[in-house]
């Protein structure tokens, strides 16, 4: 059996290396691809073009380009070289290591080509192939001058070639996945302007939080002021963990049929977002202390931003897939962060409690809506006629039984959880056979109801019946607590 000889100061052998590099633990294109995309925004791109070529009898090509400020000839001879980076463990933007390009390109393609141009002027390119590398051949890395076929003034593009690592079988499918992956994954850039496009379709940014998202009218809300969290450097200095939470509208959002849920995030994008110099590098669920993710924990949301200076306390890989914490970075944020998430999962567990009554309430506001063309007309501006009513609960302070507001011809009647009128009148339903309760139940509602619409007849004739509801409030707050 022949062995291959190698100098004995050789660092590594690169018929096996290459081959080794290919299973850098990437999880998936997406992540591969963001290597790339990351080298374009530190080079300054504001125009990101991802193109894939999948013949039909041939493994499919990748190509991404971009309109940054390119490369020099040193700095493209050292691009494919392991750690070859000019910018070695520097901290102000996303790369670190001189890893990513070589180590994801090679990842998904068995042969990658790097081209860059600046100042209008030729095209110059290095390459690394697997098969060549692996066949004992050296690599060469002296770039070699191409013909000019770019628009822009510089740039670059980087082309893998057999591709023979991607999971899917369909381009449509490898191209909404991706649109999902990098449009989540550089939301940030793509909303303050960064153009993305795959095979020329724009990549919209995705945003976990769905601050943004509008369906049925409503929106996510941030929940408290952004918590920030000051930790000390490598360098000893201290720089900033930024969290922020979210609530998602369980009220609006709860009667949404599941795809649309899917569609949207509410389903299978709940949990932590990290983000990274603005770029997320993990989702999931971290830094929640013993709290564990149940199914309310979909209904609201957390992102957690660091800068790269804090990278040793997020254990960064040089993949930059997923996180580490340190042990200070848990003991600094994992407690509050913990507190604050059994209050959101209590927070949702009380609206849907409330979705459910405002649910069974129904058939009572429908009673009174078919009754109220024949009461006295109560005049809204200019307009009259008959309202309709609407039921719900939440928590209020403890001297009010209700609240009631009549807006656009809908009187909407919030009854509170937290005053003794509420278990006193509601408890007993549930021990009391199924349409006995019913009719008790909806009498309940319709004396509620015409009391809480004899009150806006009263405040619309000029009469002040705020003090009376205070007081019959408090006074029958009493008298149950007394019973």
């Known amino acids: 059996m022949s062995r291959q000889h190698h100098p004995v100061d050789d660092l590594v ?3 096996n290396f290459i081959r080794a590099v290919r299973e850098s633990g990437y999880l998936s294109l997406s992540t591969a691809l963001a290597e790339l ?9 504001t125009n990101i073009a991802i193109t894939i070529d999948w013949p039909a009898d041939a493994l499919p090509e990748i190509v991404v380009a971009d309109n940054g400020i390119g490369m020099s000839k040193d700095e493209l001879e050292a691009c494919l070289r392991f750690g070859g980076s000019s910018r070695f463990d520097a901290r102000e933007s996303f790369g670190r290591f001189g890893m990513g390009l070589p180590a994801a390109s090679l990842s998904q393609a068995r042969r990658v080509e790097v081209t860059t141009w600046r100042g209008g002027g030729a095209e110059h390119w290095v390459a690394l192939d697997v098969d060549a590398v692996a066949a004992g051949a050296s690599p060469t890395l002296t770039a070699r001058r191409g013909s000019r076929t770019s628009i822009s003034t510089s740039g670059c593009r980087v082309r893998w070639t057999q591709c023979d690592r991607i999971e899917y079988r369909r381009l449509a499918w490898l191209e909404r996945s991706l649109h999902r992956a990098l449009g989540r994954i550089y939301r940030r850039f793509l909303a303050s302007g960064t153009v993305m496009t795959i095979n020329g379709s724009q990549v919209d940014p995705v945003d976990p939080m769905l601050l943004s998202t509008k369906v049925e009218r409503a929106t996510a809300r941030l929940e408290f002021q952004p918590l920030e969290f000051e930790l000390e450097t490598s360098t000893g200095e201290t720089s900033a963990v930024t969290v922020r939470f979210a609530m998602l509208p369980v009220h609006r959002w709860h009667g949404l049929d599941n795809a649309t849920k899917r569609r949207i995030g509410i389903v299978g994008q709940g949990g932590v977002s990290i983000l990274r110099a603005g770029r ?17 924990d ?26 580490r914490p340190s042990a200070a970075l848990r003991e600094a944020i994992e407690p509050e962060l913990e ?8 927070r949702v567990r009380q609206a849907f409690e409330e979705v459910k009554f405002q649910t069974a309430a129904e058939a009572s506001c429908r009673i009174a809506a078919a009754a109220d063309r024949d009461l006295p007309i109560i005049a809204s501006g200019s307009r009259g006629g008959a309202l309709t009513y609407r039921i719900g609960s939440e928590p ?15 009187l909407d009647l919030t009854l509170n959880v937290d005053h003794p009128a509420f278990a006193a009148l509601y408890r007993p ?4 056979e199924s349409e006995a309760a019913t009719e008790l ?24 019946f705020d003090d009376l509801l205070r007081i019959w409030s408090s006074n029958y707050g009493r008298m149950l607590r007394k019973s």
């Open 37 to 45: 995309v990351d080298n374009s925004l530190q080079a300054g791109a």
């Open 13 to 15: 052998v690169s018929s």
């Open 298 to 323: 979909d209904w609201w949301r957390c992102e957690i931003e660091f800068e790269p200076a804090l990278d040793e306390h997020f254990g960064i890989t040089i993949n930059k897939q997923g996180v």
């Open 396 to 410: 209020m302070p403890v001297e009010s039984m209700f609240r009631s507001t009549l807006t656009q011809r809908m």
């Open 339 to 346: 507190s604050i998430a059994r209050l959101l999962n209590a």
């Open 441 to 464: 139940r909806t009498s309940l509602e319709l004396f509620l109801l015409s009391f809480a619409r004899s009150a806006a007849q009263m405040e619309r004739s000029g009469q002040h």
């Open 280 to 296: 997320e590098i993990a989702s999931g669920w971290h830094l929640m202390g013993g709290k564990r993710k149940e199914n309310y």
């Open 429 to 432: 339903l549930q021990t009391i």
